[in-house]
């Protein structure tokens, strides 16, 4: 597979205190790449420069090989995006924003809006005002806005914020089917680190403006044993556990050695005396991950 979107050694300050320091990261053609990190890491300030919507201090975005800052309108011409929050004229219908709205960047062709607007479900209130829209209307107004270039990327921003479960899910279910069904490479950014987990193919972590870790969600779990515990009292139970060969990775888990059995290790800490509530073994998350790198 050949690089769709590459983002090199960027750098942003604002007022003198930095915002990325030095990221770089490649998504695959027909990838789903999750971009990751609390408030303020840089994931945004990445975005609106892969966007051209903030100049870089230093470094460079390409998009399909040409450079968002050299030959923006080129790089772009097949780009579709949510970013931060949608803004409609709240007035007008959402067809009447939709033709609006795609004038400013290309040619308005009514079979293929409505082709889009039959895709993301708004077919019998496309002509609606948008004020009278709920939130998640508004999502998929801002989804089929994003899908009328007929783009080959699409980045997102938080779209499924706010949305309830039911909505969630809907999105999580039409970003596949559109990566299966077109090929799509799709850069997604969001708290909800489940719903990452389900999408991405590949996820980078942020952290004040530096890329802290990237890696396939698929290796999420490692090599090794993560188990739940519950331990009383534990300042015998982990001294114990350490000598073992057992990490602790946050409050109630730890890691176990492949040639250990768990079996034994609960036998000696009964004979400890020490109250096992809990030992059983669970599946390393994201959001386990997520924890240990930012914490």
Not at 18 to 40: C, K, M, R, T
Not at 175 to 182: A, G, M, Q
Not at 269 to 281: E, K, T
Request: proline share 5%; net charge negative.
């Amino acid at each position: 597979m050949s690089v769709m979107l590459e983002v090199e050694s960027l750098r942003k300050s604002f007022d003198g205190k930095p915002a990325l320091e030095g990221v770089s990261f490649a998504v695959q053609e027909g990838e789903i790449y999750g971009l990751l990190g609390h408030n303020g890491a840089g994931k945004s300030t990445t975005l609106g420069i892969i966007l051209g919507m903030v100049a870089p201090d230093d470094g460079e975005a390409r998009i399909g090989g040409v450079s968002v800052q050299r030959e923006r309108a080129n790089a772009l011409k097949r780009v579709g995006s949510i970013f931060e929050a949608p803004s409609f004229y709240e007035y007008l219908s959402g067809w009447e924003n939709l033709r609006i709205l795609t004038t400013y960047s290309g040619k308005f062709d009514p079979r293929e809006t409505q082709a889009i607007v039959d895709r993301v479900g708004l077919s019998e209130r496309i002509r609606s005002k948008v004020r009278t829209y709920s939130h998640g209307m508004r999502q998929r107004l801002a989804l089929a806005q994003a899908l009328l270039p007929m783009p080959r990327v699409l980045l997102l921003d938080e779209p499924t914020d706010g949305l309830d479960p039911e909505g969630i899910k809907w999105f999580r279910d039409f970003i596949l089917n559109l990566r299966r069904e077109r090929g799509m490479t799709v850069l997604f950014n969001s708290h909800l680190l489940a719903e990452v987990e389900q999408m991405c193919d590949r996820v980078a972590i942020l952290k004040a403006g530096r890329r802290v870790h990237e890696g396939r969600v698929a290796d999420i779990g490692g090599d090794e044993r993560v188990f739940e515990i519950d331990l009383e009292p534990l300042e015998v139970a982990l001294p114990f556990l350490e000598l073992q060969g057992c990490k602790q990775l946050g409050p109630g888990r730890i890691t176990l050695p492949e040639d250990v059995d768990p079996a034994v290790i609960v036998a000696a800490l009964v004979g400890l005396h020490v109250r096992v509530s809990a030992f059983a073994p669970v599946r390393r998350s994201l959001e386990d991950l997520y924890l240990e790198i930012t914490r």
